[in-house]
């Protein structure tokens, strides 16, 4: 079992920056690729951003988030973190971890891949 704790998320202002962090429980955190999603009132929920394994292996990123955004994870501290620049009121949204498990490299971004899932971290862009 892999708990996933989010945390990090706030209110900012157009512009501004923020990161996000994914803390795991179990030490088989290695195993498993990560990804961030994010769900904005009344809206789907989107694969924001997804790493593999390991640090510097595959990284991958929405449309709408490319150049801002950047995954990375430290697997000596279980912890996945996504650092988020020049947010938007259009980045408002609850943003959510969620861990695949992997034999192999490589991430998805589908909701349907995850096997665990954090409760959510809320962020608001706002002036």
């Known amino acids: 079992q892999l708990q996933l704790v989010e945390s990090g998320g706030g209110l900012v202002q157009p512009g501004e920056s923020l990161r996000l962090s994914c803390a795991a429980s179990?030490?088989?955190?290695?195993?498993?690729?990560i990804s961030w999603f994010r769900q904005a009132p009344g809206k789907e929920r989107e694969g924001v951003s997804c790493?593999?394994?390991?640090?510097?292996?595959?990284?991958d990123y929405a449309d709408s988030v490319m150049g801002r955004f950047a995954i990375s994870r430290d697997n000596a501290k279980n912890t996945v973190y996504l650092q988020m620049n020049s947010l938007g009121p259009a980045d408002t949204a609850v943003y959510y971890c969620?861990?695949?498990?992997?034999?192999?490299?490589?991430?998805?971004?589908?909701?349907?891949?995850?096997?665990?899932w954090g409760k959510g971290t809320p962020v608001t862009v706002s002036s």
């Open positions: 969620a861990a695949q498990l992997r034999v192999y490299g490589g991430c998805s971004r589908s909701d349907n891949d995850m096997n665990y």
């Open positions: 179990a030490f088989t955190f290695a195993n498993y690729a």
């Open positions: 790493i593999s394994r390991w640090s510097g292996g595959t990284v």
